[in-house]
């Protein structure tokens, strides 16, 4: 499968005062194919939002290259990085203040039409908000009048108005509660299947990425640590990191979890 997402050998640095710099990404490489999850996992401060940001032109790119569709867009501004955005969009941690709430949500979905001159914005509004699960008449309320789980829903919805091929997930759930969590990563799995679209879905959450991801990455420090199928790397990572990020995540099996700890920490052989 040819990548949709290729980035390749990616330094990011952040400039700070007195000429000194900090460099968030250390040469990341990683691909999305086409219809494929593909997941970041790290713990905060890892680098995960640098790398999203990189993809969508929001962070400068130091060295290393980011194609996308076989199109260099690195370094890609202006007009052209506009354009990128009907194909590249974003769905953010807080859908509290991602969404204007001075526009009522039938604003909110058909700006980005209108922007773009699409002349079926009411149409295409209503399509995603029945792809959204969300009802008809959302069009006219506003976002403070929906629970959080719904506002995520806007967002997706704003996210797939312009029907991309490639969503950044830059923490999506991780400000909802567990169950409204479960829906909304089985709405993204969903919505996967029925357009095809390709998620880059940052998390700190491994249980999260099990269950959304097909591939993932880990970040520790501004490099990928490991990476692979996510079954594999989720439940026997190699890793030490990411042995400390599976411990430290919430588990189904807390014996299972404990027979682990004990086989990594040398205090029992594996069965
Ligand atoms: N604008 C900036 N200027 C300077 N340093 C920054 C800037 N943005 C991020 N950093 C630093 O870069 C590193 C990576 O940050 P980043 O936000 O990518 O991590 P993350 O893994 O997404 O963490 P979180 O989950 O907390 O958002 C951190 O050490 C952070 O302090």
């Known amino acids: 499968m040819s990548a949709l997402l290729a980035i390749d050998d990616l330094v990011v640095d952040y400039r700070l005062r007195r000429r000194s710099r900090f460099r968030a990404l250390k040469g990341v490489s990683l691909s999305v194919g086409p ?72 604003e909110i979905l058909a700006e980005p039409l209108v922007v773009a001159g699409v002349t079926q914005a009411k149409a295409v509004v209503a399509e995603m908000l029945d ?52 829906t909304i990563l089985d709405l993204f799995i969903d919505l996967q299947r029925e357009t095809g679209v390709s998620y880059l879905f940052v998390s700190h959450d491994l249980g999260v990425v099990r269950r959304v991801c097909h591939r993932v990455s880990v970040m520790y420090q501004g490099e990928i640590v490991e990476s692979g199928a996510t079954g594999p790397v989720t439940r026997e990572p190699v890793h030490p990191y990411t042995r400390r990020l599976l411990l430290a995540s919430p588990v189904a099996d807390p014996v299972r979890q404990a027979e682990r700890r004990n086989t990594w920490l040398g205090l029992r052989e594996p069965a």
């Open 131 to 182: 792809r959204v699960r969300l009802a008809a008449d959302s069009v006219h309320r506003y976002p403070s009048e929906f629970s959080g789980g719904q506002r995520q829903r806007v967002a997706i919805a704003r996210a797939l108005v312009r029907r991309p091929r490639l969503i950044v997930c830059d923490e999506p759930v991780s400000a909802l509660d567990l169950t409204t969590q479960a």
């Open 35 to 106: 219809g494929e999850c593909v997941g970041l996992v790290g713990e905060s401060g890892s680098g995960k939002s640098t790398l999203g940001k990189a993809v969508l032109g929001l962070a400068t790119v130091t060295s290393g290259q980011i194609m996308f569709d076989g199109q260099d867009v690195t370094h890609l501004r202006g007009a052209a990085r506009r354009r990128l955005a009907n194909d590249i969009q974003v769905v953010f941690q807080d859908p509290y203040g991602s969404l204007d709430p001075t526009m009522t949500v039938g």
